[in-house]
């Protein structure tokens, strides 16, 4: 099967750094990446579409210079939060859309970040 | 704009117990149904879809019709185990459009 992995699982951090999140897609190759971020029982709402080669795309009301997204390679993106806050403590979840098939988004197993 | 609406939890059955779930949902156009689950520490997984009305979508024992005069797509199994505890997202996708709109998540909990 598709497995795409994150790393870290998760992540406590101090207010004021900054914390990298990597997700890989392990067999197959993804040209597109999602980033989602999940509140406690709330849905997991997109963040951002990450795009190999290219700048991603954020949805309205992210912060492009808050979350900053590489996506350098077909089978990696990677997320940082910068001058992290309290109020950036989350779960953040990652998908790869296979770029060839069904193109179906696979997910990774998410990352908890806390700032404290 | 998009949205999905499904049962709060958390449920809890009792194996062998008749499930349902429900989702309802709120979008422009025709768009694609899913159910994803995400078991502990994993990833979520695709369970099931339905792309247009009617459609009826199965895995595992589980079932969701696409049902587009109630906006609805309920998922159900007849028989539910232990192995089935886990979360479950209803979503949707518009055509032509990557982005998934989730619902909250419903928390099933299966006691032997």
């Known amino acids: 099967g598709a497995v795409v992995s994150q790393h870290p699982s998760w992540v406590i951090c101090k207010s004021g750094t900054s914390v990298k999140i990597e997700c890989r897609s392990l067999d197959f190759q993804a040209t597109t990446m999602f980033w989602y971020r999940q509140f406690p029982k709330q849905s997991l709402m997109l963040m951002a579409t990450s795009n190999e080669g290219s700048k991603a795309t954020y949805e309205q009301g992210v912060e492009k210079d808050k979350f900053l997204i590489n996506h350098a390679s077909l089978t990696l993106s990677t997320l940082t939060v910068t001058s992290a806050h309290p109020e950036d403590s989350s779960f953040y979840i990652c998908?790869?859309?296979?770029?060839?098939?069904?193109?179906?988004?696979?997910f990774g197993p998410g990352t908890r970040l806390t700032v404290t | 704009g998009n949205s999905v609406t499904q049962m709060e939890g958390p449920v809890t059955l009792s194996e062998e117990a008749f499930l349902t779930i429900n989702c309802t949902y709120t979008?422009?156009?025709?768009?694609?149904l899913f159910w994803y689950v995400q078991y502990p520490g994993e990833g979520l997984q695709l369970l099931l879809k339905a792309t247009k009305a009617d459609d009826k979508g199965s895995n595992k024992g589980f079932e969701a019709t696409y049902r587009k005069e109630t906006t609805s797509f309920h998922l159900e199994k007849g028989s539910v185990q232990v192995s089935d505890s886990a979360v479950y997202f209803c979503a949707l996708k518009n055509i032509g459009n990557e982005k998934l709109t989730f619902g909250t998540g419903t928390r099933l909990t299966i006691i032997p």
């Open positions: 998908s790869a859309r296979r770029d060839r098939g069904t193109y179906e988004q696979y």
């Open positions: 979008a422009t156009g025709y768009p694609s």
